[in-house]
């Protein structure tokens, strides 16, 4: 199996190359669009800015191959604002593969969201084998409003959906790579679809 994992300019790429390192998972990092077209699974994780990211994406015509695959594609933080319709972050349109709008959190003096929160109603085939209320790792200034492609639910200020699926896009805003038992869990059975 092949794994490729989408490098953009947005952090969190070698943690979660060494996430998969760690399940015998050997993955490349590129952002190659021919490779990325010839992997058996894609994540695309990120931590960073919207607006500067899908710059990039579009440079590299980066963002019309992944909304194109076909494969099993795995958003993560940045990743999964960007698969959606547009972020408040820059005023940016973003991938609109969820029809979704990204908003900032509100107040200012509470932004990021960062640390341990608990995700609930947990469904679909990421979810399995992981407890209701299990703690998952959030850092993030911005939110996937609650929306129908929600497989889980979380609250912070606000409700919002921290993992949503739509055919063969999955997408997490927490970080797999750093939720313990939680992400390993979620990690297999997204390698496993």
């Not at 639910?153 to 999955?170: G, L, M, R, T």
Request: proline share 5%.
């Amino acid at each position: 199996m092949s794994v490729v994992i989408i490098k953009y300019n947005a952090g969190n790429v070698q943690s979660v190359y060494n996430a998969l390192k760690r399940l015998n998972v050997e993955a490349v990092v590129s952002d190659e669009p021919q490779v990325i077209s010839n992997a058996d699974k894609v994540i695309f994780p990120g931590v960073g800015e919207a607006s500067s990211a899908m710059a990039y994406l579009k440079e590299r015509e980066l963002d019309k191959l992944i909304k194109g695959l076909t494969v099993p594609i795995l958003g993560v933080c940045l990743g999964l604002q960007l698969m959606c319709a547009y972020s408040e972050e820059e005023d940016t349109e973003c991938l609109n593969i969820f029809p979704v709008q990204v908003k900032k959190f509100p107040p200012e003096d509470k932004v990021p969201h960062m640390g341990w929160n608990t995700v609930y109603n947990l469904k679909g085939k990421l979810f399995q084998g992981v407890a209701e209320n299990s703690y998952a790792y959030f850092v993030h200034s911005y939110y996937a409003e609650s929306n129908e492609y929600a497989v889980a639910e979380s609250h912070y200020i606000v409700d919002f959906s921290p993992a949503i699926h739509k055919d063969n896009f999955y997408a997490t805003q927490f970080h797999p790579e750093k939720s313990a038992e939680t992400g390993v869990r979620l990690l297999n059975n997204f390698l496993r679809i």
